[in-house]
Nanobody
Framework: VQLQASGGGLVQAGGSLRLSCAASGITLSGYDMGWYRQAPGKQRELVAT???????NHADFVKGRFTISRDDAEKTVYLQMNSLNPEDSAGYYC???????????WGQGTQVTVSS
């Protein structure tokens, strides 16, 4: 299983980015997918989850700004991030968990930096 995250970069406050997580070696439809982030000196935190059936959950601190989505045919999960602020600066990581299992697969992360 490989997860390749991309789409990070430097953006000004109020701007937008769309992250992508391309999966290989799995049939994506059988996996629940999540985006996490980790800033320097802080613990990794869950940003959003999208389940295999399409149901989503977003952390309170991104609700109304970020949207997780998936394209199982393209084996890709997305995180659309709008109204970014400097507190959103972090490494963003995608995770895959096969349905009904406790085995997680992580991507390598993509850096998001928001300037004020």
């Amino acid at each position: 299983v490989q997860l390749q995250a991309s789409g990070g970069g430097l953006v000004q406050a109020g701007g937008s980015l769309r992250l992508s997580c391309a999966a290989s070696g799995i049939t994506l439809s059988g996996y629940d997918m999540g985006w996490y982030r980790q800033a320097p000196g802080k613990q990794r935190e869950l940003v959003a989850t999208i389940y295999s059936g399409g149901r989503t959950n977003h952390a309170d601190f991104v609700k109304g700004r970020f949207t997780i989505s998936r394209d199982d045919a393209e084996k890709t999960v997305y995180l659309q991030m709008n109204s970014l602020n400097p507190e959103d600066s972090a490494g963003y990581y995608c995770k895959a968990r096969r349905m009904f299992s406790a085995i997680d697969y992580w991507g390598q992360g993509t850096q998001v930096t928001v300037s004020s």
